[in-house]
């Protein structure tokens, strides 16, 4: 059972435009949710996250939208830069529980 | 200050061996996560250690296992190893208990690539 989907495998975007990064999860009990971005050959790292009592969460170019309706949850990137092309991983967590994370979507930034 | 360090980076072992995977956290930071990363299942939790103390684990068998020591580095082992346990294995410091402190970010090691032959 995967309780936190990333239906996207991959994704390509021009350059300056915006991308869009989708999860959708099952489980509401999940209260926190991150975005996790990973280079090849490295771990990831932390992106952005958002607490199930709010429905937006934005830093610089990154814009985290919480639909607890839809259990739907997208990250948004404006403008999109070459350096963002990697693994972007969305995961969310039950307190004290469990952490689950989606098998990741890999944007490409094209030029 | 230091990020996250894990050793091996690389590591062959055959079936039935075990192992033993090693993870250093950020200075000062007391909490160590544990997560495989296969093409098919993506990253998945493995267990979170804490002053010593495994606060959480995911779903693994029992072949998986892990200890904490005083000074917060971290040792995973697996035993009796499958073909399947070839992954890439992350750990991951936070100065608290990663699920019981949503505010606090984790930071990932570069992560142990482990083969099964």
């Known amino acids: 059972d995967q309780q936190v989907k990333q239906n996207s495998p991959s994704l390509s975007v021009q350059e300056g435009r915006i991308s869009i990064l989708n999860c959708d999860y099952t489980n509401s009990m999940f209260d926190y949710f991150l975005w996790y971005k990973k280079y090849p050959a490295e771990g990831p790292t932390f992106l952005i996250s958002i607490s199930s009592i709010k429905d937006k969460n934005e830093d610089g170019r990154f814009t985290v939208f919480l639909n607890k309706s839809a259990k739907h949850l997208s990250l948004h990137i404006v403008p999109s830069q070459p350096g963002d092309s990697a693994v972007y991983f969305c995961a969310a967590h039950i307190r004290d529980d469990k952490i689950i994370f989606g098998k990741g979507t890999r944007l490409h930034i094209l030029p | 200050k230091a990020g996250v360090t894990q050793t091996p980076r690389y590591l062959i072992k055959t079936r039935g061996q075990q192992v033993t995977l090693s993870c250093s956290p950020i200075s000062g930071h007391r909490s160590v996560s544990w997560y495989q990363q296969t093409p098919g299942q993506g990253l998945q939790f493995l267990f979170e250690?804490?002053?010593?103390?495994?606060?959480n684990k995911g779903n693994f068998p029992g072949r998986f296992s892990g200890r904490q020591f005083s000074n917060s580095r971290s040792e995973m082992n697996v035993s009796t190893l499958e073909l399947g346990d070839s992954a890439l294995y992350l750990c991951?410091?936070?100065?608290?208990?990663?699920?019981?402190?949503?505010?606090?970010?984790?930071?990932f090691g570069p992560g142990t690539r482990l083969t099964v032959l």
């Open positions: 991951a410091s936070s100065p608290r208990p990663v699920l019981a402190e949503s505010t606090d970010t984790q930071y």
């Open positions: 250690y804490f002053s010593e103390t495994q606060r």
